[in-house]
């Protein structure tokens, strides 16, 4: 299956947990099914991403980054590559690059979509199609910061910075 295919199946077999985020996945699903390109960063209009809340094997804390370019607290991901061989494996593969932990395991639903603008890599202004899952650290996971981050922080999962709505929604769908 391709990444593009996994996508169209995440999001046709995704029972949504609200109504925004139903609508959400119709919207993003209709432009996946128009668009061939859709997972590569090249699609000006908007491109899929991957992005993974990372938690302790306790579920209790999440791991943030903070994102040099948006400058704010942010769980781990980012553009899919042609690499990845499905969407369960880019945002497997950002949050492994960006965390540096081995050993992550990833829950196979998608948890919540974001969908946001953004001058990204293609130096346009675009829309990030964030397709969000929870992964979870192995006991005794140790971080290692990457060149993608400023900074690399656990937090306490019910204290979470609170100037983001999208990562406090995705914060509650972890806890669900």
Known sequence: MSLHASVVDTLSGWDAPSPEQDSLRHAVLA?????????????????????????????????LTL????????????????SDADILAAAMREATEESGIPGLRIEPHLAALHVHPITCSLGLPTRHLDMQFVVVAP??????RSDESLDLR??????????????????AAARR
């Open 31 to 63: 432009f996946v099914l128009g668009r061939p390109d859709a997972c590569r960063r090249a699609c000006e209009p908007g491109h899929i991403t991957a992005s993974a809340l990372v938690l302790d094997h306790r579920r209790t804390h999440a791991l």
């Open 67 to 82: 994102h040099p370019r948006v400058g704010r607290w942010l769980q781990l991901g980012g553009h899919c590559e042609e």
């Open 139 to 144: 006991e005794g996971a140790e971080i290692t």
């Open 154 to 171: 656990w937090w306490r999962l019910d204290a979470l910075p609170g100037d983001d709505p999208a990562l406090l929604a995705l914060a």
